[in-house]
């Protein structure tokens, strides 16, 4: 409680107001058809898992207003971006019965936009969905799945989500008053930062996109373009073995545990898919699920997190831990050929049906 009690003193004066960046209250939305009309494929998108569907957020809206409150089967969801730091984080806010819902305060700590909620008057890190000030001080809120892509691969891999609509107003939203992320230059991959920040760390350029989620009390950064690059990263978060795997058809990464049976699979990308080193059966990427082998029928839980630059994310949490890193599985190992890796014989006893493996739902 002394850490989140310290934040309210390092806030940072932006010069806008409670108010200036006006958040949205269950905004209109439109069919994927209509919104094709005036978005471009490469456009920057964030699609959220909602309980009745995924919905379709474009970045040029939420540059202007940061937050969107949304209420489905009365309980609430808020969806928040912060363009100074790139940070797409989306969460449950019902709390104990009470739907909470946020606006943007005004200041900023180590770069992150401050939320405030109209409930209770409490200051919340972006974030971190962590509230720092006020009656509902150390509460945390739980995230929920949320996606950064482009518009023409949530187009194809959701053809049926709501988009959300223009809002009305007269802002200027066809301009990013950063950047742009479909041009190198500008504020979104320079070196370049507008306000003050705690501590820095130089793994990383300080812009670089990393996905960004806590397994089991640990904190983790992963780059995504390095993931991208080479389709899959086997590695450990402590004792736990973990998989980022590129998913080429929303052209995100995704988290799975890849501890199956009383091992730790690796895996290996193959042609859009991954291929497991034990019993070389083929996994989908997009779900985790083994959709040919010896495996077939098997799933590995996914996880997920939210998306930040690299300065924000570390200089609120130095304590995570970081993909690449020391605990990423060394490419030696991930020869089909490498010892220990034979696949077993049809019909074999280290089959799912063999093992008790449950099959996927």
């Given amino acids: 409680m002394a850490d989140l009690a310290a934040i309210s003193g390092k806030l940072v004066e932006t010069g806008v107001s409670y108010g200036a960046i006006p958040s949205l209250y269950r905004p209109r939305y439109d069919r994927i ?5 005036n978005t471009s494929a490469d456009e920057i998108v ?4 909602l309980p009745d569907g995924p919905r379709i957020y474009l970045q040029r809206y939420m540059v202007w207003h940061q937050v969107v409150n949304e209420l489905i089967d009365d309980v609430a969801y808020t969806i928040t971006y912060c363009p100074t730091t790139g940070t797409l984080m989306a969460y449950d806010a019902s709390m104990g019965g009470l739907n909470l819902i946020f606006d943007v305060e ?16 409490s200051l919340w890190l972006q974030e971190t969905g962590m509230a720092f ?8 809120l739980p995230t929920i799945p949320v996606f950064w892509t482009t518009w023409g691969a949530a ?8 988009v959300m609509a223009k809002p009305a107003g007269s802002r200027p939203y066809g301009r990013d008053p950063y950047g742009n992320y479909q041009r190198k230059g500008t504020y979104y991959d320079n070196d370049r930062l507008i306000y003050p920040v705690e501590r820095l760390d130089r793994r990383f350029p300080r812009k670089t996109h990393m996905l960004c989620l806590e397994y089991e009390n640990y904190l983790l950064a992963i780059d995504v373009a390095y993931v991208k690059e080479k389709g899959t990263v086997n590695f450990f978060v402590g004792p736990h073995a973990l998989l980022a795997a590129h998913d080429p058809q929303l052209d995100v990464v995704r988290v799975f545990n890849r501890q199956i049976w009383a ?8 042609y859009g898919k991954l291929m497991d080193l034990k019993t070389r059966s083929v996994w989908d990427p997009a779900t985790g699920k083994a959709l040919e082998g ?4 098997a799933a590995m839980p996914e996880y997920f997190g939210g998306y930040s630059m690299w300065f924000a994310w570390y200089s609120i949490n130095p304590e995570t831990l970081t993909v690449p890193g020391p605990g990423e599985v060394p490419e030696n190992l991930l020869s089909p050929d490498a010892p220990g890796h034979d696949s077993p014989a049809p019909g074999s006893a280290a089959t799912p049906a063999a093992t008790g493996l449950p099959p996927a739902p």
């Fill in 294 to 297: 010896n495996m077939k029928g």
């Fill in 263 to 270: 091992e730790p699979f690796l895996f290996v990308s193959r």
């Fill in 33 to 37: 058809l209509d919104a094709d009309l």
């Fill in 106 to 121: 005004g200041r900023l700590y180590d770069g992150n936009s401050v939320l405030i909620d109209r409930n209770s008057g």
């Fill in 46 to 49: 964030f699609v959220v898992m």
């Fill in 133 to 140: 000030e006020g009656p509902l001080m150390g509460r945390g």
């Fill in 155 to 162: 187009r194809s891999v959701f053809p049926q989500a709501s």
